[in-house]
């Protein structure tokens, strides 16, 4: 069910009812209060009303229960789903002020930014402290190992990228809160941390706001012209028709606005290729966009391996971790298929860790003596959007996706994917 596994911890019971059939009834007031929360979760079904209207009146009756953290948290992230904003901000600020330490970044995002729906000065003050909150939290992750299969340049793109999003927030709250001046600086900081559409729009925002049309015009140009794939098609017609109204205003008509956008797409191109030159000082992957673009390291620190002198091969590359039980089951069937195809010439296999951490993966590879082929994912996963442990990619030979096998099937692992490598081999 949809909404229920918004609460996992709550649902125990229910699960278990579900399994046992009728028992006897609860013997404890805390046993009552537990069946009666699975039973209206249960029966909400996939309704997100019926969902929060069943929490609701649960705490109705039980308001003092143990579990009001759990179901106001529940409650808050329905409310994000469903978009209702009034329960956004009940149940968001409860769950927040609640635990100060909570990094829960889309709450604290969405609270901040339908507190910040009006131009209200009241609101505002509150929305600054939870962007500031937000900022502090997305910059601890800085110094965290790189997650979800990023590389290290991918994961600080991703921080810059939130980091840049907080302090639009800040930006505006401190502007609706009476301080344009200090509002447009808060805004270029944002810009300059990553410049994503946002962020241009809201120094854009705040140069209107003081008289500064001309520099307004510009950034409403890149905020329209900025690859951004958080941008919609609404937020780019509001830019454009801004960016006209603007232009217009201060020249009397639109004519010329064409050259000002083009020269604002090529003001992006260079920005974004002078900030790949810089993360690739760390990252040789850093705005990689193509398989064939990436370099993969040995992990016995020998050197690395280009995805493109791989091309004209078929490749299999098995996506595992160190903690996963079917990889280990998995990688001697894969060794018996390598096997069959060590004549051909053409068939190359890489075994890629998938682990966040990689403090135990030689000493792992060692004791399974997998001496072969061993490299990190360096941000390979993320490209391929690798969700689950163990994943089998095979490549063509010109260097495309021709099969994905997500999971483990002991019985038929080693014919289908010899199969899918010899349809490989063919492209």
Request: glycine share 8%.
């Given at each position: 069910?949809?909404?229920?596994?918004?609460?996992?911890?709550?649902?125990?019971?229910?699960?278990?009812?579900?399994?046992?059939?009728?028992?006897?009834?609860?013997?404890?007031?805390?046993?009552?209060?537990?069946?009666?929360?699975?039973?209206?979760?249960?029966?909400?079904?996939?309704?997100?009303?019926?969902?929060?209207r069943a929490l609701e009146r649960f705490l109705e009756k039980y308001p003092k229960t143990a579990q009001r953290a759990v179901i106001e948290k529940a409650l808050a992230k329905a409310a994000m789903e469903a978009n209702d904003h009034a329960r956004i901000l009940l149940y968001g600020e409860?769950?927040?002020?609640?635990?100060?330490?909570?990094?829960?970044?889309?709450?604290?995002?969405?609270?901040?930014r339908t507190l910040l729906d009006t131009d209200a000065p009241e609101p505002a003050r509150k929305a600054l402290a939870y962007a500031n909150r937000y900022e502090v939290q997305v910059e601890a992750m800085r110094n965290r190992a790189a997650e979800g299969h990023m590389?290290?340049?991918?994961?600080?793109?991703?921080?810059?990228?939130?980091?840049?999003?907080?302090?639009?927030?800040?930006?505006r709250a401190t502007g609706n809160t009476g301080k344009p001046e200090e509002a447009l600086k808060v805004a270029k900081t944002g810009w300059e941390t990553y410049?994503?559409?946002?962020?241009?729009?809201?120094?854009?925002?705040?140069?209107g706001k003081l008289g500064r049309d001309a520099e307004a015009i510009?950034?409403?140009?890149?905020?329209?012209?900025?690859?951004?794939?958080?941008?919609?098609?609404?937020?780019?017609?509001?830019?454009?028709?801004?960016?006209?109204?603007?232009?217009?205003?201060?020249?009397?008509?639109?004519?010329?606005?064409?050259?000002?956008?083009?020269?604002?797409?090529?003001?992006?191109?260079?920005?974004?290729?002078?900030?790949?030159?810089?993360?690739?000082?760390?990252?040789?992957?850093?705005?990689?966009?193509d398989?064939?673009?990436?370099?993969?390291?040995?992990?016995?620190?020998?050197?690395?391996?280009?995805?493109?002198?791989?091309?004209?091969?078929?490749?299999?590359?098995?996506?595992?971790?160190?903690?996963?039980?079917?990889?280990?089951?998995?990688?001697?069937?894969?060794?018996?298929?390598?096997?069959?195809?060590?004549?051909?010439?053409?068939?190359?296999?890489?075994s890629i860790d998938s682990d966040d951490d990689h403090a135990a993966v030689q000493a792992f590879v060692k004791e399974m003596k997998?001496?072969?082929n061993v490299y990190y994912d360096a941000g390979l996963g993320a490209m391929l959007k690798i969700s689950s442990i163990p994943t089998i990619i095979v490549l063509d030979t010109s260097g495309k996706i021709s099969s994905r096998m997500a999971g483990f099937i002991p019985e038929r692992f080693e014919d289908m994917l010899a199969q899918r490598i010899r349809e490989a081999q063919q492209n």
């Open positions: 069910m949809r909404f229920s596994a918004l609460v996992p911890a709550l649902l125990a019971a229910s699960v278990w009812a579900q399994e046992s059939g009728p028992a006897e009834a609860p013997r404890s007031p805390a046993e009552q209060e537990q069946a009666e929360l699975s039973r209206a979760v249960g029966e909400a079904g996939t309704s997100g009303v019926d969902f929060t409860r769950v927040l002020q609640a635990d100060l330490k909570n990094d829960d970044l889309p709450l604290i995002d969405r609270v901040t590389s290290e340049g991918q994961w600080g793109e991703e921080v810059d990228k939130g980091r840049a999003r907080a302090l639009v927030l800040e930006a410049p994503g559409a946002e962020a241009a729009r809201e120094v854009a925002r705040w140069l510009e950034f409403y140009a890149d905020a329209f012209t900025i690859e951004d794939g958080r941008a919609t098609e609404a937020d780019r017609a509001r830019d454009r028709v801004r960016l006209g109204e603007l232009y217009s205003k201060l020249n009397g008509s639109d004519k010329g606005l064409g050259d000002t956008v083009l020269r604002a797409y090529d003001r992006m191109a260079a920005l974004k290729k002078d900030r790949v030159v810089r993360l690739r000082v760390k990252d040789p992957n850093a705005g990689a966009t398989l064939l673009d990436f370099t993969i390291p040995n992990v016995n620190g020998t050197g690395s391996l280009s995805l493109a002198s791989l091309k004209g091969k078929a490749v299999v590359m098995d996506f595992w971790a160190t903690w996963c039980g079917p990889c280990r089951v998995q990688h001697p069937m894969i060794e018996s298929v390598k096997k069959q195809f060590e004549k051909s010439g053409n068939v190359v296999f890489l997998w001496d072969h």
